[in-house]
């Protein structure tokens, strides 16, 4: 099983609203990543979780809110967002291994995205 | 400033022809990825290169690693229609960071 999972695909929602990304892999990957991406452009590195703890937050605004309840799933908690956070939200995993001393991740596997539009 | 440069950003060429696509850094890498993706899609891995020289082959797609292990190089032979779509490079910074390249949006023509 290769895959990483994301649900939905597509989510539209209201400044108001509160609503959550969800990532799913069961290649034992212990590193995890939420990308988001505009059209035209390459993906954009927001969060790494490395052993379901927060490694890296690319000062990441705080209406976006990551969660990881376990090694195989990744949440995206939103809340208040603007209409300029429409994009592709991609989720994806990779391994983690040892290499020069340091715990290092390697190719990431990617899921299918979510398309949020805010309204 | 961006870690990894693409070259070209845009190339749209006819069925049957050749292409070179560049990924440059001024920094070295441990490993660089190739990915593909298409409208709408996540990435989809093509390829890891991790030793400095190496050359990879996937059908008619041919990548290489630098031998500094800062750039790589994609090399498309007979190009069809089904190749259409963005390429990225893409580097783990930092141990844990996999950043891409600025990409390469591809267009195959019949």
């Known amino acids: 099983d290769t895959e990483v999972t994301q649900t939905p695909k597509h989510l539209v929602m209201g400044m108001t609203n509160k609503k959550s990304l969800k990532c799913e892999q069961h290649m034992g990957h212990r590193a995890m990543y939420w990308y988001k991406q505009k059209a035209k452009k390459p993906p954009e590195l927001m969060f790494v979780?490395?052993?379901?703890?927060?490694?890296i937050n690319e000062s990441v605004p705080s209406r976006f809110s990551p969660e990881c309840p376990n090694s195989s799933l990744l949440n995206l908690h939103l809340h208040a967002l603007q209409p300029e956070d429409s994009a592709l939200y991609l989720c994806?995993?990779?391994?983690?291994?040892?290499?020069?001393?340091?715990?290092?991740?390697?190719?990431?596997?990617f899921g299918q995205g979510t398309r949020l539009t805010v309204v | 400033t961006q870690l990894l440069e693409q070259s070209p950003q845009f190339l749209s060429i006819q069925e049957g022809e050749n292409l070179t696509v560049y990924c440059n850094s001024s920094s070295v890498f441990s490993s660089l990825q190739w990915y593909r993706q298409e409208p709408g899609e996540g990435p989809v891995l093509l390829v890891t290169?991790?030793?400095?020289?190496e050359v990879k082959k996937l059908k008619r797609l041919t990548f290489q690693f630098g031998d500094a292990r800062k750039d790589s190089s994609l090399h498309i032979t007979a190009a069809q229609p089904g190749d259409t779509g963005l390429y990225l490079c893409a580097g783990v910074r930092g141990f844990q960071k996999l950043v891409f390249g600025t990409g390469t949006r591809l267009l195959v023509s019949p």
């Open positions: 994806a995993s990779s391994q983690s291994k040892v290499g020069q001393g340091r715990l290092m991740n390697t190719e990431a596997f």
């Open positions: 290169v991790v030793t400095g020289g």
């Open positions: 979780y490395s052993y379901e703890k927060l490694s």
